[in-house]
């Protein structure tokens, strides 16, 4: 498929970030904006869209949710006041990512418990199994795909075991996340279609759950109370489809780009391999370097942010992987240290809206790259194949090709 927009002409004043150009070089186009004197590129692609790349204004923004709403998060054609069952602000379609304040703090706080460590260290030996099985499919293979094979795999038996779906829907979740994250370009309906896949989908579950209550994040949801009310349906649904699409292509996406450094790097893999004691540390940088996810605030009003002019419900996008890689809050930024100490990222997030997830995203990071560095102490980059990234707001290898070296 292809974007009705077409290829992107000029990064600092017609960036797509769903070109497949862009997630591809996205690097040396921050780069090149930079010392072009662009630290905020523009696009009137998607109805107007801006790109800040500072670590200043990225931390500005994601602070400052009276002139920035988190209600849209997603970059799509159409801004919200254009869709006409659009859930409006301060809720949005999936809280709390969508939610702005007062609402929002009410809506994370119910999720608090679910992601806290005496729910999520269980599931330390799950996963752990889980990756083995998925290595010992492959078999005596020579080649693998790091993505398909195994990293995709990963955050999708977590989210299902959230939330109580089964495993074997797993090819489904992929494709309705794809179309949610990355086919934001293509002509819309496809996606209005894949959306009612997904709305049907859930709403199934959440109708299974009243009528037989289980110990998951739907029953969960179901019994909880804000300010002594259940929450709505709209709630609990958006809530859902949420920890579906967040808790997924994330996860996946760091742990392939981290599998990628580790392919092409032997120093790295030898001290992980010889010091698993190491691997925490070394995830905080890969985490810093190839931060995965991008995320959008709608601007409420017209004003000027640093010399532009935004436009009241242009797009920003907030990109908190260059964010990371900017040199004036990390010394040495485009280098990949895996011994650097201090490593204050913002891979996931800033302020009010950060990653409530990032306990279990650690968790199954940690544990899915030790198992694989056990398993394969040596494996390289098969540079025979292309490896294949993601399109639009969250960056991973989507085919990611592996020739092993060495197994146990
Ligand atoms: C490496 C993996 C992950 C990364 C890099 C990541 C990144 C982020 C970022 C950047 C935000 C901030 C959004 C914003 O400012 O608008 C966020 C929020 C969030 N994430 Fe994650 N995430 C990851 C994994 C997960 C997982 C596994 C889950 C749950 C299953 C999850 C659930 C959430 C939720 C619920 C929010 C919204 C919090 C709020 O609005 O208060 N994330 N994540």
Redesign the pocket.
């Known amino acids: 498929m292809t974007s009705v927009y077409g290829p992107a002409t000029n990064w600092a004043t017609d960036f797509d970030h769903a070109d497949p150009e862009y997630n591809k070089n996205i690097h040396k186009i921050w780069d090149d904006l930079k010392t072009s004197g662009c630290p905020i590129a523009h696009t009137d692609r998607y109805g107007g869209a801006w790109l800040p790349l500072t670590y200043e204004m990225v931390h500005e923004i994601?602070y400052d949710t009276t002139h920035f709403s988190?209600r849209s998060?997603v970059v799509g054609q159409l801004k919200p006041s254009e869709i006409p069952d659009a859930v409006p602000a301060p809720v949005g379609g999936v809280p709390?990512?969508s939610?702005d304040p007062p609402f929002?703090a009410g809506?994370?706080h119910l999720?608090l418990p679910i992601?806290a460590p005496k729910k999520i260290d269980p599931l330390n030996s799950v996963i752990r199994e889980f990756c083995h099985k998925l290595i010992d499919d492959m078999g005596d293979k020579e080649f693998v795909d790091g993505a398909v094979e195994y990293a995709q795999n990963i955050?999708v038996m977590?989210?299902a075991h959230?939330l109580g779906f089964p495993l074997e829907d797993a090819d489904q979740f992929r494709v309705w996340i794809r179309s949610a994250l990355e086919d934001v370009g293509e002509a819309r309906e496809q996606r209005e279609t894949d959306q009612l896949a997904l709305a049907d989908y859930i709403n199934k579950h959440i109708d299974q759950r009243i009528e037989n209550p289980g110990d998951d994040l739907i029953s969960y949801l179901l019994n909880a109370e804000m300010e002594g009310e259940k929450l709505s349906r709209e709630h609990v649904f958006g809530?859902v489809a949420?920890?579906l699409i967040?808790?997924i292509d994330?996860?996946w996406?760091?742990l392939g780009s981290s599998l990628l450094h580790l392919a092409n790097n032997s120093v790295d893999r030898r001290r992980l391999v010889e010091n698993p004691s190491m691997i925490a540390q070394a995830i905080e940088e890969f985490?810093r370097a190839y931060?995965?996810?991008t995320?959008a605030?709608l601007v409420t009003e017209d004003m000027d942010f640093h010399g532009v002019q935004m436009k009241k419900e242009d797009w920003v996008l907030?990109p908190?992987p260059a964010a990371n890689r900017d040199e004036k809050e990390f010394p040495n930024a485009a280098t990949v240290d895996i011994d650097r100490e201090i490593n204050r990222h913002?891979?996931?997030?800033?302020?009010?809206?950060?990653?409530?997830?990032?306990n279990?995203?650690r968790l199954?990071?940690n544990v899915a790259i030790e198992v694989f560095l056990e398993r394969f102490p040596d494996f390289e980059q098969d540079t025979k194949e292309e490896v294949k990234w993601s399109l639009g707001q969250v960056r991973g290898p989507r085919k990611l090709p592996l020739r092993i070296v060495t197994r146990t």
Do not use: K, N, Q, Y
């Open positions: 994601s988190s998060p709390p990512i939610s929002h809506a994370r999720l992601f955050p977590v989210v959230l809530t949420l920890a967040a808790g994330t996860t996406s760091a985490l931060a995965p996810v995320m605030r907030l908190f913002t891979a996931f997030g800033l302020g009010i809206h950060r990653c409530i997830g990032s279990l995203a199954e990071l």
